[in-house]
């Protein structure tokens, strides 16, 4: 009988928590619902916090073509990566272009913009981003009605995908993401 008891007991309490659960689970989804998803394909623009951006190139550089853009570069990148040989390496390169559509001076970000495809993602290559971009730091100000052309490079390695996607990185689809809430917003490429 006592055992009874106890089942009785422990049911109630994971009723318990199970609605306790389920009654928080609803209301931060209700705080904080899903983002809204705004696309721009190549051409296309959106905007950011008073920033017009939209993507003007999506490139996927063979090593040879990263040689030619920035000599010694693939050099000095596989010597601090051993295990990486150069036929394992693209680099990614996005040429957007910002326009200040505010009456207000503006900073545009680009530090935090990450491309993506599917389930990879990685951050900007600042060190080509400032060789690229002659700039001083990865922000961008803008005063109202000014407009900047920079280019944001990001490192995609083979060791980061499966070999099968591997094969047909260059056909691959990629994403640069702008913003993440409450609006996702991302400038795609056309493929």
Known sequence: MKAGIKALIAGIAALCLT???TVGYIRINRKYPPPVVEKATVGESLVLRGVEISAEKFELLTPDQVDELATGYLESAMASMPNLKQEEYRLLLVTIHMKNVSDETQRAETQTFSAESRAWTNGVNFDLYMFLNKE????????????????????????????????????????????LYPTLQKLTMDK
């Open 136 to 179: 001083e730091d990865a922000r961008t100000e803008l005063e109202p009605g000014e407009e900047a052309t920079i280019v944001l490079p990001y490192d995609v390695m083979k060791m980061h995908f499966w070999e099968k996607d591997w094969e047909q990185i260059d056909e691959r689809s990629f994403e640069v993401v702008v913003n």
């Open 19 to 21: 609605g306790a659960f």
